[in-house]
């Protein structure tokens, strides 16, 4: 009978060998904590300097790296950046995820853009970290980056191209809602992910609105998430209209959770007694707006976003700028724009869509 | 032909484990890796750099470490399908941890130990319970998932120490191995010795082929089969703190879907569903296949949903190939010799007659 | 004894007492998912009176018809010991081939006629590939997932079907209803109906249960294995397909992302209802209620104003509940069946 470890040896084996292992990691060094790091956030080399008079370099490959490929947001940005690439004369090309929650997949990406060798990239973020890895090793490539949409830390790239402040967003998506509710009422928001930050971003300028003494009268009663998911969306909004009776307005500020609350409310006892402003697409919010469940909502041409971030790419990619604060640059026929803080731009403000001016727009 | 009664699919029974033909669709899958690999180093720019070949390796490892263990389980006959969310159990409190201060020599190990209790809880609920691990894995994919979703919330977590960060991501010296290949390669070296040179190796097939006929052969069914589980947790754990580190990122959604693609890869290497066959080196060719066949896609620009459509169609086929050559060969040689149909042959005694 | 095999129904259990105890078990299981569904909801209800208004009881009837619809379907294939992974990719494009048809004008029923094909096709694929091919349906229907989401993402591309396109008709499907009783609730009680007394009166429904009880004693009774199989996924598809139409009305939003991650939510719902996947047990009405139950509590929740945080693990708590219960009530029936086997020879 050949000698068998039995499966309690064994285990006896494995718990002792952890324990040795974990005791030769206690008795190591004292412990590197989160407050004893101090992580180096250098920004991006600032070896080169910029280079205003310059001209945009004719052939760059410039890749567009949204959250997700096949949404319809992404699809109107991304034909905006083309649009620019082909202006500025370079090659356009448009990767992603089917899913935007595969932040592996949106990083392997980036690195399959480096290995090929591209001019500049433009990402829109699905997580602020998870990027930072590919992003300094384009960037140590001589490749520009280019955040749009959907930012990471700000030392994984060199600009970042904002719809519209965040501030902008957040505060007037209050004004807007408040002003349908004559300042009165309980409200409450529809996010999308718990961890999404362009979302939190803005639900944090939100909340710092409603301090100001004009909106005495009405109250933040709950945050609801749901998940970009159409069922959980409406669930959500029916948890939110139930478990509040006095609840008047809903801010949905994410493309999906606006169509789907107001799909809801279009269907249910509360449509036109219950205000929802948010950030939908025209195209999306079409219905609702001629059938009278939504009054007005926000957004910006997702074009002029993705246009933008084409042509900071190029001049990028072209030297003419570097992203430190104050540089400027030409953006083709949307004009000239400085860059702010933390190599930030901004396109301009929000765009209130309502019954007057939806039938303008096809995106 | 032995009835199957340990909940295995209704043809369990026809499919006669001969180690012969499975070595044969393992050999299929290692040539077909070769093969892409040299196209790939041949036809595809950019493949054969030594940064891109790091990129493969470094984002394959998640897979590839729980590919380990869940080959000796499916072997065993089970399966584990909540190793993507342990893994982002694991990650969830990496990040939780982090932020209350804790000393990140003391997350790591505390997080694997986590997975091992994870898969802890699933081989109890699958052995001593007697719950068929399928069903049960489902619920603890969904309970663990949902768990790292109450630990960490809304946050993502990335300012871990740079030096842990590099382990993660970097690469040794110049050449094209990441340091998380190392780990791997010890696990991969274990693993390959436990099954195929060790008596415990030989019991996980004896109890994947027949688990009557290995209990009554004095084998510990339900003690190995609680080890394999709580194996596969640990290393799930350590998975997810990989991930965690290679991706900078600590997020409660981490690893979603890592469980299909540890199966699907398992499955491409020709290790059989329902137990008794496969190889490591079978998991080992399917993992590096399915990445290097994603990597070489994305390189020459192939989107995303047709990746997709491609994974699926090899999945069917590393499945439907060997089934069908079998039948394929057994009516060869039914029309060959005329000897009696397979089914009367082997009818099952009528008993009282 | 001779030496043939006496063709014996494949459900008779042996002993016409064990079969009335086996189908008072499978009543008492159900009982008892009824029982906790009123609990839950009569909680609620004391903790928020707006929770049983007319209001919000179409909307707990609304939430739960497309997945009813769906497990019934799942159910099917289950029960004959199989699983149908790729629900979820099969509602999405069926979702989107309705939407596509709707928005050319046409009329709602040829357009849910088409979803519902397009189902029953993919149906034929899987049970083809799952009854001929002889392979573990597990594996087969993770392949077809992936391949008929991928194919949905090329068709589709970026475009979707918004309520705007859809005609006003096949909208207030989607949120009209007779009093409380919504519309999509009154097709999903008719499709539940329908298929259990298939299920329970027809000898193809029957021999479902055989074949996923004793495959074996079922082939050499003669069955013809292959063909249920595929009438199984075909059911599954085609009520895959339907659920896809009625998702459409119900959210007038379709585009390549659709039900993505959907199939994980059907299983549960399907073994929290006591089709347990060792087959030949269960029931759709079951498998209905394990829908009802699933989402009434992601409904109760919200609430209530517990934070959706908690959802993911309470669902998967109640999912191991389930299987733990089901195990230990199978256990019990096994060993008295055992001990009246014994007693009567």
């Known amino acids: 009978m050949t000698f068998r470890l039995t499966a309690p040896g064994r285990r006896f084996a494995v718990a002792a060998a952890g324990a040795a292992i974990l005791a030769i990691a206690l008795s190591g060094c004292g412990g590197t904590t989160k407050s004893s790091t101090t992580n180096s956030s250098g920004g991006p080399a600032a070896g080169a300097s910029a280079n205003p008079n310059g001209q945009l370099k004719s052939g760059l490959k410039i890749a567009f790296l949204p959250k997700a490929v096949n949404n319809p947001y992404f699809t109107t940005s991304d034909t905006g950046g083309k649009k620019a690439v082909d202006a500025v004369g370079g090659v356009y090309k448009e990767v992603g995820t089917s899913s935007a929650t595969d932040t592996a997949g949106q990083v392997s990406y980036v690195n399959t853009l480096v290995q090929q060798g591209q001019n500049a990239i433009v990402v829109s973020a699905q997580d602020p970290g998870a990027m930072c890895t590919g992003l300094k090793q384009a960037m140590a490539a001589k490749i520009a980056v280019v955040t749009y949409d959907s930012d990471t830390n700000p030392d994984c790239r060199q600009v970042f191209v904002n719809q519209a402040s965040a501030e902008a967003i957040g505060r007037s998506e209050v004004q807007l809602l408040a002003k349908e509710l004559n300042y009165t009422g309980d409200i409450a928001i529809l996010s999308a992910a718990q961890t999404a930050t362009n979302q939190n971003t803005w639900i944090g300028f939100m909340q710092d609105e409603l301090k100001d003494p004009k909106y005495a009268n009405m109250k933040l009663v709950k945050t609801a998430y749901g998940n970009d998911d159409a069922q959980k969306s409406f669930q959500e909004t029916q948890g939110l209209l139930q478990a509040d009776p006095n609840l008047k307005g809903i801010i949905a500020p994410t493309t999906v959770g606006i169509k789907a609350a107001a799909q809801y409310l279009s269907g249910s006892q509360y449509k036109g007694k219950v205000q929802l402003v948010g950030l939908g697409t025209p195209n999306d919010m079409r219905q609702y707006v001629k059938d009278g469940t939504v009054q007005a909502f926000e957004l910006w041409d997702p074009g002029k976003l993705g246009e933008l971030a084409g042509y900071a790419a190029a001049n990028l990619a072209s030297g003419i700028i570097t992203g430190a604060k104050g540089e400027t640059f030409t953006a083709g026929d949307l004009g000239k724009f400085t860059i702010g803080d933390k190599g930030e731009v901004l396109l301009g403000d929000p765009t209130v869509f309502n019954a007057g001016n939806i039938d303008q727009f096809n995106f | ?353 | ?345």
Request: hydrophobic residues 50%.
């Open chain 3, 1 to 345: 004894m001779t030496a043939v095999a006496r063709r014996a129904p494949a459900t008779e259990i042996g002993v016409p007492g064990s079969k009335r105890l086996v189908d008072r078990v499978l009543r008492i299981r159900e009982l008892a998912l009824l029982v906790i569904l009123a609990v839950l909801v009569a909680g609620t209800e004391v903790g928020n009176h707006r929770f049983l208004s007319g209001q919000g009881v179409k909307d707990l009837l609304l939430n739960a018809a497309i997945l009813v619809i769906v497990a019934a379907g799942q159910a099917s294939v289950v029960i004959t010991r199989n699983v149908d992974l790729s629900v979820g990719s099969t509602l999405g494009i069926c979702a989107f081939a309705g939407g596509d048809y709707l928005r050319g004008g046409g009329s709602p029923l040829v357009g849910i006629l088409i979803a519902v094909s397009l189902g029953a096709g993919l149906g034929v694929v899987n049970g083809s590939l799952v009854s001929f091919g002889r392979v573990p349906s597990l594996v087969v229907t993770l392949g077809t997932l992936y391949i008929i989401r991928g194919l949905d993402s090329i068709w589709v591309g970026s475009r979707e079907i918004v309520a705007h396109d859809l005609p006003a008709g096949f909208v207030t499907l989607g949120h009209g209803g007779p009093f409380f009783l919504p519309y999509l609730a009154i097709i999903g009680l008719a499709v539940l109906i329908a298929l259990a007394f298939y299920l329970r009166s027809y000898r193809g429904g029957r021999e479902f249960y055989a074949i996923g009880s004793n495959t074996e004693a079922a082939r050499l009774a003669g069955l013809p294995i292959r063909k249920r199989i595929t009438a199984a996924y075909v059911l599954c598809g085609a009520l895959a397909g339907l659920g896809g139409a009625l998702y459409l009305a119900r959210f007038g939003n379709v585009d390549s992302g659709t039900g993505s991650g959907y199939e994980l939510t059907v299983v549960s719902a399907v073994v929290v209802g006591g089709v347990a996947f060792t087959g030949g047990s269960g029931s759709v009405y079951g498998a209905a209620l394990g829908a009802l139950l699933l989402t009434t509590i992601n409904s109760v929740l919200p609430s209530l104003g517990v934070s959706s945080s908690w959802e993911g693990a309470i669902d998967g708590f109640l999912l191991l509940a389930a299987i733990a219960v089901d195990r230990l009530v199978a256990l019990r029936v096994a060993n008295v069946l055992r001990r009246r086997n014994v007693r009567h020879g």
């Open chain 2, 1 to 353: 032909m032995a009835e199957r009664r340990d909940g295995a699919g209704p043809w369990a029974g026809v499919a006669t484990a001969r180690l012969g033909g499975l070595v044969r669709w393992d050999v299929v899958v290692a040539l077909l890796l070769a093969a892409v690999l040299v196209y790939g180093f041949a036809g595809v720019d950019n493949f054969g750099a030594t940064i891109n070949l790091s990129f493969l390796i470094g984002n394959t490892m998640a897979v590839a470490l729980v590919a380990l263990p869940m080959t000796m389980l499916v072997v065993a006959g089970e399966v584990d399908l909540s190793v993507g969310s342990m893994a982002g159990l694991s990650s969830a409190l990496m990040g939780a941890l982090w932020n209350a201060n804790w000393p990140i020599e003391y997350i790591i190990p505390f997080c694997i130990l986590v997975g091992a209790a994870g898969g802890l809880l699933n081989g109890l609920l699958v052995t001593r319970l007697g719950l068929p691990s399928l069903a049960v894995t489902i619920g603890t994919l969904a309970a663990y998932r949902g768990l790292a979703q109450i630990i960490l919330g809304a946050n993502a977590v990335t300012d871990f120490p740079q030096n842990y960060l590099n382990l993660g991501a970097g690469r040794i010296g110049t050449t094209p191995i990441p340091y998380t290949f190392v780990l791997y390669a010890v696990l991969l070296l274990a693993a390959a010795v436990t099954l195929h040179a060790t008596p415990i190796g030989r019991s996980l097939f004896a109890i994947g082929a027949n688990r009557e006929a290995a209990y009554f052969a004095g084998i510990r069914v339900k003690r190995l089969k609680l080890v394999m589980f709580v194996l596969t947790g640990t290393v799930a754990g350590l998975a997810g703190v990989v991930w965690t580190l290679h991706y900078a990122s600590a997020r409660y959604d981490n690893a979603t879907g890592l469980e299909l693609s540890v199966i699907a890869a398992v499955l491409l290497g020709g290790i059989d569903f329902d137990g008794g066959k496969g190889t490591i080196g079978g998991a080992v060719a399917g993992v590096f296949l399915l990445g290097t066949l994603q990597n070489l896609m994305s390189l020459a620009d192939v989107s995303a949903q047709s990746q997709i459509v491609v994974t699926g169609i090899l999945l069917v086929i590393s499945v439907l190939g060997p089934r069908v050559a079998r039948q394929i060969r057994d009516a060869v040689r039914r029309r060959r010799s005329a000897a009696p149909a397979p089914g009367a042959a082997t009818a099952p005694d009528i008993p009282g007659t």
